[in-house]
């Protein structure tokens, strides 16, 4: 019942982020730490129900430390992540420099793409099922670029009048995937995942590229 409270609410929330499409760039900053806040307790409790506490836990703490390392030395070597630098709207930063947001979103989205993967391919096995998870976590970020850079303004390319280099999208999604299929390992095993194909993490996958998807084409009108 919990998870399902939260899904509705992280739904709502997120369907309310329609607005800020049609608003000056990074305006509401305070809408995006409440997403992932939503995001990431919906996720992890929907998780604590399938696979219980003591693995949630474990899988949580491992993800966000990979996802952590990854983020934070991609923008300071520029690799593999591309070369970013962070802004003031992506929120507090671990350490001074890391956004504390996006290893929580980065967990967050793994976690109900390894959920609904496990719905949807019931009889795929561990590997095709973690596989399946990272194809749908990278597409996803590629789906958010525009949203997570260009309206909410988290990060810009390095140097900061640079434009976004295809080379350099394309090798952070490419890092991103491959460190989504290992992470996606330390989930347990997927047999409890086997239930309706359209699960809450399904529908909710599905909610969060409809936001990303409109911002892409609210970009792609104002380009026209």
Known sequence: MMAKLL???FGIWTA???????????????WSPVWILLFAMAAYVALAGKVGLASARVSAGAIL???G???AVGSVIGWPTGPVRFTESSGPR?????PALLPVFAFSLLTICWQAAGSCF????????????AVGFSATLANSV????????WWLWNPWDAPVGNLALAGSLLS??????ALAFVYPSARRLHSARWSPSSVLLVVVNMLFLAANMMFVWRKS
């Not at 991103?176 to 299929?181: C, R, T």
Request: glycine share 16%; hydrophobic share 60%.
């Open 65 to 67: 430390l990979g996802f």
């Open 94 to 98: 671990i350490a001074g420099h890391l």
């Open 16 to 30: 309310s982020g329609l607005g800020l499409l049609v608003v000056e760039p990074a305006r509401f900053g305070w």
């Open 122 to 133: 019931p009889f795929a096995g561990r590997a095709g099922i973690c596989a399946a998870a």
């Open 176 to 181: 991103m995937g491959v460190a989504a299929f």
């Open 7 to 9: 899904y509705i609410a």
């Open 146 to 153: 525009v949203f997570l850079s260009g309206n909410r303004i």
């Open 69 to 71: 390392i990854l983020l």
